[in-house]
């Protein structure tokens, strides 16, 4: 089934007679463009347009596939506009992409409070800086930064990667070896512990674990569960080990339902960022939304 949007991007395209002012008028990337294009060619299965330079020529087939839907997508172009002022009032749908626990600690108090329509999404960041791209995302908060020609990067706080215990693990056995500064000692008692880990990302241990001991870890844990919120919830309650992003924990350390075990003698310190398209049409709503973020780190 073909997605409306390789048909709009393929008029845009038309109109236009390029690549870059298309993505303009879409507010999507020009990758996003791009890949919009090779979808609908491959879909119907020949080229709709020439490549001369910059300049996007359209084939014969190309004028008949225009000449075909153009009255048909205006209608629905209309339709949509109609729709929308008559249920929706002009109220935008932002659609925002990050993991589920920043989404739990930090955004998720505001939705109610937010004048406009939110798409809140959760995955592997490679494909939210993807979705961004192509226009599916309007803004993503990220670790990681993608060099992307029409993405623009703020920075807007930092995390540390900490080792955190559960509230009856012996701390003070772990802070007497650590005063030893033997890394093989250290080592060994932190294999001995019980370890909590999430099912789709083990980056923070792989990471800690190379930083301060210049290898990868050779274990696993003993215990898997959904996500950080929920190995914070488990500690909370026991004995166990995980590393995890301070600010999702602080204030179960703060209210001692957990311990701050370790930094490491070598803190992983990762740069928050907020990943938005340099030309997009709802700024204010993404403006806010950072405000809602930055309100919480005062």
């Known amino acids: 089934m073909v997605n409306f949007e390789w048909y709009r991007t393929f008029k845009a395209i038309y109109k236009t007679g390029n690549l870059t002012n298309a993505a303009e008028v879409l507010f999507i990337s020009q990758p996003g463009v791009s890949l919009h294009l090779s979808a609908l060619e491959n879909y119907v299965g020949y080229k709709l347009f020439d490549r001369s330079g910059r300049k996007m020529i359209p084939t014969e087939r190309g004028k008949v596939l225009y000449n075909f839907i153009v009255e048909a997508l205006s209608k629905l172009e209309e339709a949509e506009k109609t ?5 929706e009032k002009n109220t935008p749908t932002i659609s925002v992409g990050m993991c589920f626990e920043t989404f739990q600690i930090t955004l998720e108090q505001f939705v109610s409070s937010l004048p406009f329509n939110i798409i809140i999404q959760f995955g592997l960041y490679p494909e939210m800086i993807e979705s961004l791209e192509k226009g599916i995302l309007d803004l993503i908060i990220t670790p990681q930064m993608v060099v992307k020609n029409g993405i623009d990067y703020q920075e807007f706080s930092k995390e540390t990667i900490v080792l955190i215990g559960g509230n009856e ?13 033997n890394l093989l000692e250290i080592e060994t008692w932190l294999k001995q512990q019980k370890w909590y880990g999430t099912t789709g990302d083990m980056e923070h241990l792989r990471k800690f674990w190379q930083l301060n001991f210049n290898k990868h870890p050779d274990f696993r844990p003993n215990y898997i569960v ?9 500690l909370s309650s026991g004995a166990g080990l995980a590393v995890v992003p301070d600010f999702l924990c602080k204030n179960e350390i703060e209210n001692g339902a957990i311990q701050l075990i370790w930094k490491g003698n070598n803190p992983l310190i990762n740069k928050l960022y907020f990943a938005s398209r340099k030309k997009n049409e709802h700024s204010a709503e993404i403006n806010l939304i950072k405000e809602k973020f930055l309100s919480l780190l005062k």
Not at 83 to 87: K, M, Y
Not at 226 to 234: G, H, K, Y
């Open 83 to 87: 729709f929308q002022r008559s249920t």
């Open 169 to 181: 693990t012996d701390g003070n056995e772990f802070n007497a070896i650590l005063k030893n500064e």
């Open 226 to 234: 959904p996500n950080i919120n929920s190995i914070v919830r488990c």
